[in-house]
């Protein structure tokens, strides 16, 4: 496989970037530019990972761009994250697309992105032959690091903001068997991913209530850059005997990032009551006994 001409640089360390023009330029190979923002990043935070293919004519067809997807990370495609790109090399203009992509460590820890094919159709020189050329990235390396202050955090959340909401759909006193009520407790996060939230809704057992939740819904918005979202939690309380007591409350630690301080968001328990007597015990049945009766 051809190795291209890769530079990889953190733009936020002194080193400069070299510039084309100042590499020997190979007309019968494309040049392949690599550019990482940062080297650590804390979990949830995007890192800022670019690619530019160069060639010294043109592309008829868009490169094969690698994905980056590894385990315990976050990959997103920015809007407009792939665009021209054009540089003067040799006294010449070379074409070239950039792609950049957000990378998001997921947890603490070393993280390494191995070389990926990236396979790019341009015209030859003579911009009549179309070739085929099949370009490795380089490895890049970057950590996952915990602010200072913040290593107890489990399950570890850092954001711009965050809050909790709840919502109670119905009567929770004075249920008689039969009647139902709904809890829906809504987290907003700005600065990461919603995906990061962890489940709310803490399990919980009112005697006489029986708890049918729904699936999580998790909805994320990009704009411009700026990551935020919501995830909802949606549980259907139905009363079927006697009892009283209370469904607990939500708490959630996290890390603002802006502050480098942390927060705390909570709930308050609802208080649950239903009148008249308790519903009947279901013991639970040994199905073994029962096959071996039937057997007998």
Not at 26 to 44: K, N, W
Not at 167 to 190: K, M, N
């Amino acid at each position: 496989m051809i190795r291209a001409v890769l530079i990889l640089a953190a733009l936020l360390l002194a080193a400069p970037l070299a510039r084309a023009q100042e590499e020997p330029a190979d007309p019968d190979q494309p040049i392949l530019r690599m550019e990482i923002s940062a080297t650590e990043a804390i979990p949830g935070q995007f890192l800022d990972l670019s690619l530019t293919v160069l060639v010294p004519t043109f592309m008829p067809e868009p490169p094969g761009w690698p994905s980056f997807e590894a385990p315990n990370l976050l990959v997103r495609l920015p809007e407009g994250s792939t665009g021209p790109a054009s540089e003067r090399i040799g006294g010449e203009t070379w074409s070239g697309i950039t792609r950049r992509y957000r990378i998001a460590p997921m947890v603490p820890g070393a993280f390494s992105l191995p070389p990926q094919e990236l396979r790019v159709t341009w015209r030859g020189p003579d911009g009549l032959e179309a070739r085929t050329t099949a370009l490795e990235t380089e490895p890049v390396a970057f950590r996952g690091v915990v602010p200072e202050g913040a290593e107890g955090l489990d399950p570890f959340i850092a954001a711009g903001a965050l809050d909790l909401v709840q919502e109670i759909e119905g009567e929770t006193e004075g249920l008689a068997p039969g009647d139902s009520f709904t809890r829906v407790v809504t987290a907003t996060v700005e600065g990461v991913s919603p995906m990061f939230l962890p489940p709310l809704l803490p399990v919980g057992e009112v005697a006489g209530l029986a708890a049918y939740p729904d699936e999580p819904l998790i909805e994320e918005q990009s704009v411009r850059g700026a990551v935020s979202g919501t995830r909802t939690e949606r549980v259907t309380y139905v009363a079927e005997g006697g009892g009283s007591g209370a469904l607990p409350g939500v708490s959630l630690d996290w890390f603002e990032i802006g502050a480098e301080a942390l927060r705390s968001a909570t709930l308050d328990p609802v208080a649950v009551a239903i009148g008249g007597p308790p519903a009947p015990r279901v013991e639970p049945r040994d199905w073994r006994s029962v096959a071996l009766i039937l057997g007998g």
